[in-house]
């Protein structure tokens, strides 16, 4: 029998040989069940969980499923719930040489910088283009600190992170640099917006709430919109000049969507945060009971609850059946279950859940 040990609920529930047990089905497999769950009672919790979700859901006994196309399955599924990032497999011989490679950029860099002085971080190049003189907070403790801006906006600082802006707002742009993680919730003047310059990545509002991340040293930076509506462009250049159109190539955010940029890289990656939020919080949307319910109804609560956009061949798919009860779970957990249920799958792409399938 296999080892299970390393299961986590998705697992159980891809698994044909657990279906069988789960089902009363009695196999050879069944018995190898009870004799595992015996041999190991700390994965008893974790296994009741799977059957529980299991009988809350009536799936379609499908086509034996090798192990190949589960861990394939369960390989998408955990890319899926990563922020959205280039994956590719590499031979072995091709990961060493490119270590090599790594280390020796690394060694002609350090002694690049050793002899040319150690180059500005992206804040630091910012914050020196300003025109104004500007007030700085730092977050040197272990935990979040909150800041209100002139505006009375708000700002919560993560550890090591520090933020710079003008003490009084008097720009027609509200402006703000950001070095690390914070939450910002920012309060309304359509007369008035509300620009936040992270690295490469410049953020522009007219009020909502959002995450910023920008990673010092300025390789990285993301934007994840809580609340209302951002857009997102990437600067051009080591100032707050941005090129004339750049704006106008912004991508928009709505809640439940986030935006990656790597430094060097023209693109932003548009994706879904990795735990979506509900945006309507109430009892009857939180606890998702289907009974006999359309794919086309519970797709659409679905994208009511979170915001997010789920598009599936209305044509095939709108009428498939649905029974099940999910409380409390992510929405990716769930969608992962309906996918099964119907015979599909899912992946995200620009902020979008894509569903393929036949159909029913």
């Given at each position: 029998m296999k080892n299970y040990n390393h299961y986590e609920i998705e697992d159980f529930l891809a698994d044909e040989s657990f279906a069988d047990w789960i089902r009363g089905v009695d196999n050879e497999s069944s018995e190898q069940w009870e004799e595992w769950l015996r041999q190991n009672p700390f994965k008893q919790e974790l296994v009741h969980e799977a059957r529980l979700l299991f009988q809350s859901i009536q799936i379609k006994p499908g086509k034996q499923i090798k192990d190949h196309e589960v861990e394939d399955l369960i390989f998408d599924m955990q890319q899926r719930m990563q922020p959205p990032r280039s994956v590719r497999r590499w031979p072995l011989y091709r990961i060493a040489a490119g270590i090599f490679l790594l280390m020796g950029v690394g060694v002609v860099a350090g002694v690049y910088l050793k002899k040319n002085g150690t180059r500005k971080s992206a804040y630091q190049q910012l914050i020196s283009c300003s025109e104004k003189p500007l007030t700085e907070r730092k977050n040197a403790t272990d935990g979040s600190i909150f800041i209100r801006l002139p505006d009375h906006s708000s700002v919560v600082l993560k550890p090591g992170a520090k933020i710079s802006f003008d003490p009084r707002f008097a720009a027609q742009k509200r402006v703000v640099y950001l070095e690390g993680e914070a939450f910002f919730e920012v309060t309304k003047n359509p007369d008035r917006p509300f620009?936040?310059?992270?690295?490469?990545?410049?953020?522009?509002?007219?009020?909502?709430?959002?995450?910023?991340?920008?990673?010092?040293?300025?390789?990285?930076?993301?934007?994840?919109?809580?609340?209302?509506?951002?857009?997102?462009?990437s600067r051009n250049g080591p100032d707050t000049r941005e090129t004339k159109n750049a704006e106008q190539l912004a991508v928009v955010l709505t809640p439940n969507q986030q935006v990656e940029h790597r430094q060097g890289d023209s693109r932003l990656l548009k994706g879904i945060v990795t735990k979506p939020?509900?945006?309507?919080?109430?009892?009857?949307?939180?606890?998702?009971?289907?009974?006999?319910?359309?794919?086309?109804?519970?797709?659409?609560?679905?994208?009511?609850?979170?915001?997010?956009?789920?598009?599936?061949?209305?044509?095939?798919?709108?009428?498939?059946?649905?029974?099940?009860?999910?409380?409390?779970?992510?929405?990716?957990?769930?969608?992962?279950?309906?996918?099964?249920?119907?015979?599909?799958?899912?992946?995200v792409l620009d902020g979008q859940i894509i569903v393929y399938g036949r159909g029913c």
């Amino acid at each position: 029998m296999k080892n299970y040990n390393h299961y986590e609920i998705e697992d159980f529930l891809a698994d044909e040989s657990f279906a069988d047990w789960i089902r009363g089905v009695d196999n050879e497999s069944s018995e190898q069940w009870e004799e595992w769950l015996r041999q190991n009672p700390f994965k008893q919790e974790l296994v009741h969980e799977a059957r529980l979700l299991f009988q809350s859901i009536q799936i379609k006994p499908g086509k034996q499923i090798k192990d190949h196309e589960v861990e394939d399955l369960i390989f998408d599924m955990q890319q899926r719930m990563q922020p959205p990032r280039s994956v590719r497999r590499w031979p072995l011989y091709r990961i060493a040489a490119g270590i090599f490679l790594l280390m020796g950029v690394g060694v002609v860099a350090g002694v690049y910088l050793k002899k040319n002085g150690t180059r500005k971080s992206a804040y630091q190049q910012l914050i020196s283009c300003s025109e104004k003189p500007l007030t700085e907070r730092k977050n040197a403790t272990d935990g979040s600190i909150f800041i209100r801006l002139p505006d009375h906006s708000s700002v919560v600082l993560k550890p090591g992170a520090k933020i710079s802006f003008d003490p009084r707002f008097a720009a027609q742009k509200r402006v703000v640099y950001l070095e690390g993680e914070a939450f910002f919730e920012v309060t309304k003047n359509p007369d008035r917006p509300f620009y936040v310059y992270a690295n490469d990545l410049v953020t522009k509002v007219l009020g909502t709430s959002f995450v910023v991340n920008a990673q010092p040293g300025g390789e990285k930076a993301s934007v994840a919109v809580m609340t209302g509506k951002v857009s997102v462009f990437s600067r051009n250049g080591p100032d707050t000049r941005e090129t004339k159109n750049a704006e106008q190539l912004a991508v928009v955010l709505t809640p439940n969507q986030q935006v990656e940029h790597r430094q060097g890289d023209s693109r932003l990656l548009k994706g879904i945060v990795t735990k979506p939020r509900l945006i309507q919080k109430n009892a009857q949307v939180a606890t998702f009971d289907f009974s006999e319910a359309s794919l086309m109804e519970v797709f659409m609560k679905l994208e009511k609850a979170y915001g997010v956009r789920i598009i599936y061949d209305e044509e095939t798919m709108a009428r498939c059946p649905l029974t099940a009860s999910f409380s409390n779970r992510p929405l990716f957990e769930m969608l992962t279950i309906i996918c099964k249920a119907v015979e599909a799958r899912y992946e995200v792409l620009d902020g979008q859940i894509i569903v393929y399938g036949r159909g029913c």
